[in-house]
């Protein structure tokens, strides 16, 4: 369908129900495409109940739908109102179709979840397909283990989404590091639609006043970051273990807790931290980039932004993944290490303190990730931009010029 309109527009759909990284690579994704086509507007749906923490350039907006917790058993339930969750859904649903139809956009890159949380972009995608619109699947390099990944997607009906709805499906990383739909039975006609990008690289935003950095950060600093921080506890204990056990570690450590770890968590652990002279912790940054752009080294769990910022910004990186219930980190964290990229160490329920004081003495003699040569490793933002190009290109635009691995 023409539309006769001279702006652009790309509607951006992720579900976040807990955590930090579907939205954050929404928002980086984002961000480089208007800076490249400058009659593009991005709009972005989002559940998280802290977006408006985090700042967005000219032409990139929000609409945030009602919340949503997921339990131990698997259910969803409201994040605040107190409400059925079936009507909650409902409700989530409606937002996302009625924001489609009159946002209108040329393109709909949905995030992770094919059909969303429960189907709740199933008929979104039907009314854009009518109109269209560009669908396009967006997935990280790692999903999870086959036997997990198959069943759940046999579940969700996920397949025939992939075969008569999208138009293409990209993989935010590279196929040397992570086949995340490996294993699973694809038709011909979908994986024909496949591009693998590269990992979207990441930058310390200039935009705005300079971000406000704790005092520890003036001299060189280990960097610990749990992402969103709801499954982050093992690793600031076993951290905090170790500068308790031996105080004069190389490197002062600052703590970035996460802003969805458990209230009286955070609480234990800055008690513990303000009895340490070489340790400081804080909740949130809006701007981890700067975080780690100044950090000797880092110390995470090995989320996808996580591993992408310490790609771009070139930091040594200790990984400590989940194997619970995803094996997703484990699975990222062990390519890179064994590509040298990183190194990996495994929680084993113990959290002996030596065991992560001897990690953290080794972290500043490890190689930096440059060292190791990977052809197309941070293209993917670039490349997105070549992929948008024909849907959105306008004459005046900045022209994409990429030189990497597309297919």
């Excluded at 994704?29 to 408006?52: E, N, T």
């Excluded at 409201?78 to 924001?99: C, F, G, W, Y």
């Excluded at 759940?152 to 009906?157: L, T």
Aim: aromatic share 6%; with cysteine; hydrophobic share 40%.
């Amino acid at each position: 369908m023409e539309r006769d309109r001279k702006d652009t527009r790309i509607l951006i759909y992720s579900h976040d129900t807990f955590g930090l990284g579907h939205l954050r690579r929404c928002r980086t994704i984002a961000h480089a495409l208007v800076d490249r086509f400058k009659h593009l507007s991005v709009l972005i749906l989002s559940g998280s109940p802290i977006i408006g923490s985090f700042d967005f350039r000219s032409r990139v907006d929000f609409v945030r739908v009602p919340g949503v917790v997921k339990l131990r058993n698997g259910e969803y339930t409201p994040l605040n109102l107190h409400i059925d969750v079936d009507q909650m859904l409902e409700m989530r649903a409606s937002i996302i179709k009625h924001t489609a139809e009159m946002f209108d956009p040329d393109i709909f890159i949905v995030d992770k979840e094919p059909l969303g949380l429960r189907g709740e972009v199933l008929e979104t995608l039907k009314m854009l397909k009518q109109r269209g619109t560009r669908l396009v699947m967006g997935l990280r390099d790692v999903m999870d283990e086959p036997k997990l990944l198959v069943p759940e997607w046999q579940r969700k009906k996920v397949l025939p989404a992939l075969r008569d709805l999208y138009d293409e499906i990209w993989i935010y990383g590279l196929p040397q590091i992570c086949e995340p739909l490996d294993g699973i039975t694809l038709p011909a006609s979908v994986r024909k639609k496949i591009t693998y990008t590269g990992y979207l690289a990441r930058e310390v935003s200039t935009a705005g006043a300079p971000p406000r950095l704790p005092e520890i950060t003036k001299k060189p600093y280990i960097l610990v970051t749990t992402g969103g921080g709801g499954d982050g506890e093992e690793l600031i204990d076993w951290v905090l273990r170790a500068y308790e056990h031996d105080p004069m570690l190389p490197y002062p450590a600052l703590l970035v807790l996460g802003p969805f770890m458990q209230p009286e968590k955070q609480t234990e652990f800055m008690n513990r931290a303000a009895k340490l002279k070489r340790v400081d912790a804080i909740t949130f940054h809006s701007n981890l980039e700067a975080l780690v752009a100044g950090a000797s080294g880092v110390v995470a769990m090995g989320g996808y932004n996580t591993f992408c910022e310490v790609l771009s910004l070139d930091k040594r990186a200790l990984i400590i993944p989940r194997t619970k219930p995803r094996l997703e980190q484990f699975i990222r964290a062990s390519s890179a290490a064994n590509l040298g990229l990183v190194s990996m160490l495994l929680e084993d329920g113990a959290r002996d303190p030596e065991v992560m004081a001897e990690a953290l003495r080794a972290l500043p003699r490890q190689p930096l990730p440059s060292s190791v040569v990977v052809p197309g490793l941070l293209e993917g933002l670039p490349n997105v931009a070549k992929l948008v190009a024909p849907w959105i290109q306008r004459p005046d635009d900045e022209q994409p010029n990429v030189v990497a691995r597309i297919g």
